[in-house]
């Protein structure tokens, strides 16, 4: 629609977590609706190239995206918010952002020049903010800053933003800055003044931001507004208002009623029309008011803090909109999971997912609630990890090979079922050596999963290691364990599944990261279907017994 690309930027003030990506993926959102090609990239100030090797209690999940990136987990809400893949161009971390640098000055691409943040750094950041920009295939280009403005690692990404504004004109980039109106209980009011230092502190690196975004606990009044456009030198209706929302996927229609798509259309010199998020609205309908509830238990090693398993929750909240059905979710720490307490911890689950993750802390737990669920006919679903899993415990307790493990766990287990993939065994770096991205995949005639997809052929996302080894194939499906799903290339096992349970599948790859509000992945749907019968079930049993 537009000829020339337009740069939006999202910076943050006073603290973290403020929900910069939301604020990012809800006007993207918004703009989409009105006919906008529109992408979102991160910028994360820390060092590590990318989230690959990061521990999941430090940042959370690690996102993947159709490309093999791994990604910073806030490009999850970008697809889906936006229904539309990213790519490796859609997360640029600092490590990265020098490793490049310092690559061209061992080439000798700098010709004996000193080698500086300014210009080199900044030039190779604002390169990559403008990669996308530079495809022709967005009209908008909208850049999330990670950080907050005035650390020191967040400096040479302001610098750049200050001079891309300058580089590309008015009317072309602008700047939000998403910021924090506290509420002060012992004097019963808002407080402006972490905002006005705030933007006082980004204007001292030479950026004066054009939109502020409140995030606040109550309404901003009027003449709180004109203050902060005041002594923030910004226009009165350039300060929106972000209150707390009972979800996230509430924020496109907030920021829609606050004006914030037209303010910033205005500002880009585009036309502004009336968004169309009619299929959002009936998706937030259907979550809002569920015909009834099911309970699944996630069994993992990070439930403590539930942004490790980010993408996981939020395709259940997909599904169960989909299903009309409320959909809890009961964290269930695998390390604490043994014989004596497995039925205490589960029997009242309506359905058991097992998460992915590494390593071998936690492991025999997982593999005792997938027997507890496989032996008692629970709905479950494993994913990579939990895929795994479901193998080790099968071959130990129906094939009767008691040592049977995994060689990333027991490296001299005499029945490894689940081995180290042949082209990683002489990969000794961590980083972005993994399986990533998406891959191939042929669905058995006749499966629950074939059926589930409603296609012969799909393509997901993956990131491991290790495999199921496929020595044991023809014993295991002897027993009833079938592989349904296997890549048309190279023959790994992709599906398990167990025909003679209600619901018993586990998959090698990542199903979350490609569930959005407009596509609710088919086996959370499923899955969450599932559960709902199964609970059915016991209401039925429990009646006629009475």
Not at 462 to 476: M, P, S, T
Request: charged letters at 25%; aromatic letters at 8%.
């Amino acid at each position: 629609m537009t000829k020339t690309t337009k740069y939006i930027f999202v910076t943050g003030g006073v603290t973290s977590s403020l929900g910069k990506g939301i604020i990012a993926a809800s006007l993207a959102k918004l703009l989409q609706a009105q006919g906008y090609r529109v992408t979102i990239q991160k910028l994360d100030p820390y060092i590590n190239v990318d989230p690959g090797t990061l521990n999941p209690y430090e940042h959370g999940e690690c996102y993947v995206t159709e490309d093999g990136a791994e990604t910073d987990l806030d490009l999850g809400h970008y697809e889906r918010f936006l229904n539309v893949p990213t790519s490796q161009a859609n997360n640029v971390t600092t490590g990265r952002i020098y490793q490049s640098v310092i690559d061209k000055e061992r080439r000798g691409e700098f010709l004996g020049k000193t080698v500086q943040v300014v210009p080199h750094i900044t030039d190779e950041i604002k390169r990559r903010v403008q990669l996308l920009g530079n495809s022709g295939e967005y009209d908008i280009v909208i850049t999330e800053i990670g950080g907050t403005v005035g650390d020191i690692e967040s400096l040479p990404y302001i610098e750049a933003v200050r001079q891309l504004k300058w580089d590309l004109g008015e009317n072309n980039a602008i700047v939000i800055h998403l910021t924090l109106v506290p509420y002060l209980a012992a004097a019963g009011e808002l407080k402006t003044k972490p905002t006005q230092h705030s933007v006082k502190t980004l204007m001292e690196s030479g950026v004066q931001a054009d939109v502020l975004v409140c995030r606040t606990e109550y309404d901003l009044p009027y003449d709180l507004r004109r203050k902060l456009a005041l002594f923030c030198n910004v226009r009165e209706e350039a300060v929106i208002q972000s209150i707390d929302a009972s979800t996230i996927y509430d924020v496109p229609n907030l920021m829609l009623e606050q004006g914030l798509d037209k303010v910033v259309l205005k500002k880009l010199a585009l036309k502004s029309s009336v968004p169309d998020i009619t299929q959002w609205n009936n998706f937030l309908t259907r979550h809002k008011n569920p015909k009834t509830e099911v309970t699944i238990g996630l069994i993992g090693k990070y439930v403590e803090l539930q942004d490790s398993y980010k993408s996981i929750l939020e395709s259940f909240i997909h599904a169960g909109a989909e299903n009309e059905v409320k959909v809890n979710i009961e964290p269930i720490h695998s390390e604490y999971l043994n014989e004596d307490n497995i039925k205490l911890k589960l029997s009242h689950l309506d359905g058991i997912l097992v998460a992915p993750g590494f390593g071998e802390r936690g492991i025999e737990g997982k593999i005792t609630a997938v027997n507890y669920v496989r032996e008692n006919n629970v709905p479950f679903f494993g994913i990579c990890l939990g895929m795994q899993m479901a193998v080790i415990e099968f071959a130990r307790n129906v094939l009767k090979l008691t040592d049977a493990d995994s060689t990333e766990m027991n490296a001299k287990t005499k029945n490894p079922v689940i081995d180290l993939m042949e082209d990683q065994k002489l990969i000794t770096d961590k980083g972005g050596t993994m399986r990533l991205g998406a891959w191939d995949c042929d669905l058995k005639i006749g499966s629950l999963v074939r059926d589930i997809y409603k296609s012969e052929h799909i393509k997901e996302r993956h990131r491991h290691r290790y495999e199921f080894n496929g020595k044991y194939k023809e014993a295991i499906e002897a027993k009833g364990m079938i592989a349904t799903g296997l890549n048309p290339n190279t023959g790994l096992v992709e599906i398990i599944e167990i025909p003679t349970h209600p619901f018993f599948i586990g998959v090698q790859y990542h199903p979350e990261y490609k569930s959005t509000v407009a596509n609710p992945h088919p086996l959370f749907v499923a899955f969450v279907k599932a559960a709902l019968k199964f609970k059915n079930g016991k209401k039925s049993a429990s009646v006629s017994q009475n």
